[in-house]
């Protein structure tokens, strides 16, 4: 059974950083695109970034290119998202993804339960 788990979470100040991590185990996570994703309320689940199977390939959403890092330790089978210069508008459940290379929700079968970032201005 795949799981995702997702952590670093939490309360910061606009400006500050965050740095989340999606732990997988239960498939192997070095033959699959991993993928984070938020979801702000009252909106849709929005495309954050994605790396390919090595990490020789990113894509980002164009908003959030010059703010946010994705990178992944296979050994580790896990993958991070480094946040900087946060503002209140990055406030959303983020959610960790693992399935085929793709901009679109729907291009990934596994999902983590989410972690919570909010950003206090």
């Known amino acids: 059974q795949v799981q995702l788990v997702e952590s670093g979470g939490g309360l910061v100040q606009a400006g500050g950083s965050l740095r989340l991590s999606c732990v997988s185990s239960g498939l192997t996570f070095s033959t699959n695109t991993m993928g984070w994703f938020r979801q702000a309320p009252g909106k849709g689940r929005e495309f954050v970034a994605s790396?390919?199977?090595?990490?020789?390939?990113?894509s980002y959403a164009d908003s959030l290119k010059d703010r946010f890092t994705i990178s992944r330790e296979n050994a580790k089978t896990t993958v991070y998202l480094e946040m900087n210069s946060l503002k209140p508008e990055d406030t959303a459940v983020y959610y960790c993804?693992?399935?085929?290379?793709?901009?679109?929700?729907?291009?990934?079968?596994?999902w983590g339960q989410g972690t919570q970032v909010t950003v206090s201005s």
């Open positions: 790396i390919s199977l090595r990490g020789g390939s990113t």
């Open positions: 993804a693992q399935g085929n290379w793709g901009t679109s929700p729907y291009r990934y079968s596994y």
